[in-house]
């Protein structure tokens, strides 16, 4: 299994940014992805995650409701974390991680719950 995260860099407050997630070997239907932060001095926090199968039950952290969107592509095996509203506080690396299989009905952002994951992407807010 290998995850790919991309799409970061640097914005300026009050832009945008879409990452991207590439997952492969393993069947996308029954999986969960988690996206997940970790700033400088902190430790790593969960912003969302969705289920493989269906993107419409994203879950959210409360810090980024509102600003974060969760989506995905099956057919890419690709799920993506649209940020809008950028902050400062933003300014993290950004990870994506897989749980396969998981056939729950709801996914948890935790970083426990996950097995694979990327190597980030920075997203540095600033102008």
């Known amino acids: 299994v290998q995850v790919v995260e991309s799409g970061g860099g640097l914005v300026q407050p009050g832009g945008s940014l879409r990452l991207s997630c590439v997952v492969s070997g393993f069947t996308m239907d029954y999986y969960a992805i988690g996206w997940f932060r970790q700033a400088p001095g902190n430790l790593r926090e969960g912003v969302g995650c969705?289920?493989?199968?269906?993107?419409?039950?994203?879950h959210y952290a409360d810090s980024v409701k509102g600003r974060f969107t969760i989506s995905g592509d099956i057919a890419k095996n690709t799920v993506y974390l649209q940020i809008d509203s950028l902050k400062p506080e933003d300014t993290a690396v950004y990870s994506c991680?897989?749980?396969?299989?998981?056939?729950?009905?709801?996914?948890?952002?935790?970083?426990?719950?996950?097995?694979?994951w990327g190597q980030g992407t920075q997203v540095t807010v600033s102008s």
């Open positions: 991680a897989a749980r396969y299989p998981w056939y729950g009905d709801t996914c948890i952002a935790e970083v426990h719950e996950y097995d694979y």
């Open positions: 969705v289920l493989g199968r269906d993107d419409r039950f994203a």
